[in-house]
């Protein structure tokens, strides 16, 4: 299958910590990038990393990105409440993007 | 500059109804994808279109799934026939004609088939 794998599937911190979450996936890429999603919302774009590019940040957030393990991270620090939603890796060949099945993030004040 | 508007919000349909979902790019986009997602599932690409083009249709189901993009007027899902297994939220991107990655999102349309 063509899609992303993200791990872990669900991630329940206290508010102040970090939190990582990684994502792996098969083909060669254009770029990668990553998503949040609040409970029944839509998605909103945080951050996209290009194949040529190894790290990137954005405000608390940090996004790495090895492309000879074909492995992506995305670190959240110091996290608060609000941070709570599921988050997406997507990766972009050509046009369209492929999503990992999330990581669900819980931050427990 | 809106976003990208997609309508109805919320759409309940009947077994064998006939669904259309509706997506209007952001102003300047000339590129519309769409996707799906099933409960507690990722989402899933089914077409991308641009102006009076389908150009990639690898994730559409084969059958009573349509796609359109004309020259006036939004993006048109088309959904023939519904059944259950057709609930799901359906997510319209756009990205602008040249240079760039990022896709913007709507907000989706909940289809309930009932």
């Known amino acids: 299958s063509q899609q992303g794998e993200e791990d872990p599937q669900a991630l329940s911190i206290q508010e102040g910590e970090n939190a990582t979450m990684n994502c792996s996936y098969k083909?060669?890429?254009?770029?990668l990038q990553w998503y949040r999603q609040n409970s029944g919302r839509g998605l909103v774009h945080l951050i996209l990393?290009?194949?040529?590019?190894r790290e990137k940040h954005s405000g608390r957030l940090r996004v790495t990105l090895d492309t000879s393990k074909k492995s992506s991270s995305l670190l959240i620090t110091a996290s608060r409440a609000a941070d709570t939603a599921s988050y997406f890796c997507?990766?972009?060949?050509?046009?369209?993007?492929?999503f990992g099945q999330g990581t669900r993030l819980t931050i427990n004040p | 500059n809106a976003g990208v508007m997609q309508n109805p919000r919320h759409l309940v349909r009947r077994r064998g109804q006939e669904a259309r979902l509706r997506c209007s790019p952001m102003?300047?986009?000339?590129?519309v994808y769409w996707y799906r997602q099933l409960p507690e599932e990722g989402l899933k690409f089914m077409v991308y279109?641009?102006?009076?083009?389908?150009?990639?249709e690898s994730g559409m189901p084969k059958e009573r799934f349509s796609a359109e993009f004309p020259k006036e007027g939004p993006s048109i899902l088309r959904i023939q026939q519904v059944v259950r297994g057709d609930s799901a939220a359906y997510f319209c991107?756009?990205?602008?004609?040249?240079?760039?990655?990022?896709?913007?999102f709507g907000p989706g349309t909940r289809l309930t088939v009932t």
């Open positions: 991107a756009s990205s602008p004609p040249t240079g760039g990655y990022e896709q913007y």
């Open positions: 083909t060669s890429i254009n770029n």
């Open positions: 990393i290009r194949s040529n590019e």
């Open positions: 997507a990766f972009q060949g050509a046009q369209k993007l492929v």
């Open positions: 102003k300047g986009h000339s590129h």
């Open positions: 279109l641009q102006k009076e083009n389908i150009i990639d």
